[in-house]
C-alpha cells in the first residue's frame, strides 16, 4: 500500500530535550514537505526537499532541522524543543515531474500525523 | 506570494441540507487549487483539485467546487450533507513552484 508512515504518532517532551520524527514514504516521491497543524492557523509548511540532499526552509523554519540523505526518509530534528513548538505534525510527499503543466498540480500524500506536546 | 481565506471556520448544517464551504484566494499567477479533507485523527486526503481545464470541479463523495476567476473563489459545495462528511475542510492554493499555501480549515459539523 502506498503510504507516509510517520513515527511516533504521540509524544510528549520536556523543553530542550533533543527529538527526531521520522517521515518514510514507499512511492518513491521526490519532494517531501513537513507541515506544523495548529487551531485557526491551517497547515504551514516548516522544511521541503525536493530531492536527496535538497532541501530548504518554508514559512516556519525556526527551531527545526531536516535532512535527506535517502529518497525515502524526510526526518524532522528539534534539537531543543519548547512549548510553542506543541503541534500536530504532519509529513507529505509527492511527485516533482509531470507529464505536462508544473509540478504544483501534483497531489500531495500525507502521514497520519504527530501530535507532539512540549512541557 | 499567494494565501488562502475560508470564511467560517466552523459550519454546521442538518443532514440532508446543501454543503457551502467559502474559500477566496490570491496568487500572482494562475494557481492550481486544491481541497483536501481531513478525518479524525487521520491526516488529509484530497476531495478534488482544479488545474486549469474545467471550472466546475468533480470530487470524491459528491463533493464539488467551481473555480471563479472574477471572483478569485474556490467554494466547495455537495447538494445533501451526510453524516459521514463531518471532518475538517482545507482549501490550498498552488502555483508552477513549490509552495503549497493552505487555508486555516473548516470544521464541519452535520446534525441529524
Known amino acids: 500500500e502506498a503510504q507516509v508512515t510517520q513515527n511516533p504518532r504521540y509524544l510528549i517532551t520536556v523543553t530542550g530535550k533533543k527529538l527526531t520524527v521520522t517521515c518514510s514514504q514507499n512511492?518513491?516521491?521526490?519532494?517531501m514537505s513537513w507541515y506544523r497543524q495548529d487551531p485557526g492557523l491551517g497547515l504551514r509548511q516548516i522544511y521541503y526537499?525536493?530531492?536527496?540532499?535538497?532541501?530548504d526552509k518554508g514559512d516556519v523554519p525556526e527551531g527545526y532541522k531536516v535532512s535527506r540523505k535517502e529518497k525515502r526518509n524526510f526526518p524532522l530534528i528539534l534539537e531543543s524543543p519548547s512549548p510553542n513548538q506543541t503541534s500536530l505534525y504532519f509529513c507529505?510527499?509527492?511527485?516533482?515531474?509531470?507529464?505536462?503543466?508544473?509540478?504544483?498540480?501534483?497531489?500531495?500524500?500525507f502521514g497520519a500525523g504527530s501530535r507532539l506536546t512540549v512541557l | 506570494a499567494q494565501s488562502v481565506t475560508q470564511l467560517g471556520s466552523h459550519v454546521s448544517v442538518s443532514e440532508g441540507a446543501l454543503v457551502l464551504l467559502r474559500c477566496n484566494y490570491s496568487?500572482?499567477?494562475?494557481?492550481?487549487l486544491f481541497w483536501y479533507v481531513q478525518y479524525p485523527n487521520q491526516g488529509l486526503q484530497l476531495l478534488l483539485k482544479?488545474?486549469?481545464?474545467?471550472?466546475l470541479v468533480k470530487g470524491i463523495n459528491g463533493f464539488e467546487a467551481e473555480f471563479k476567476k472574477s471572483e478569485t473563489s474556490f467554494h466547495l459545495t455537495k447538494p445533501s450533507a451526510h453524516m459521514s462528511d463531518a471532518a475538517e475542510y482545507f482549501c490550498?492554493?498552488?502555483?508552477?513552484?513549490?509552495?503549497?499555501?493552505f487555508g486555516g480549515g473548516t470544521r464541519l459539523m452535520v446534525k441529524p
Open positions: 507529505a510527499s509527492r511527485y516533482s515531474h509531470t507529464l505536462k503543466g508544473s509540478s504544483g498540480a501534483n497531489v500531495l500524500t
Open positions: 512511492m518513491n516521491h521526490e519532494y
Open positions: 526537499s525536493m530531492n536527496v540532499e535538497v532541501t
Open positions: 496568487s500572482s499567477v494562475p494557481p492550481y
Open positions: 482544479y488545474t486549469s481545464a474545467a471550472t
Open positions: 490550498a492554493v498552488s502555483n508552477a513552484g513549490n509552495m503549497l499555501t
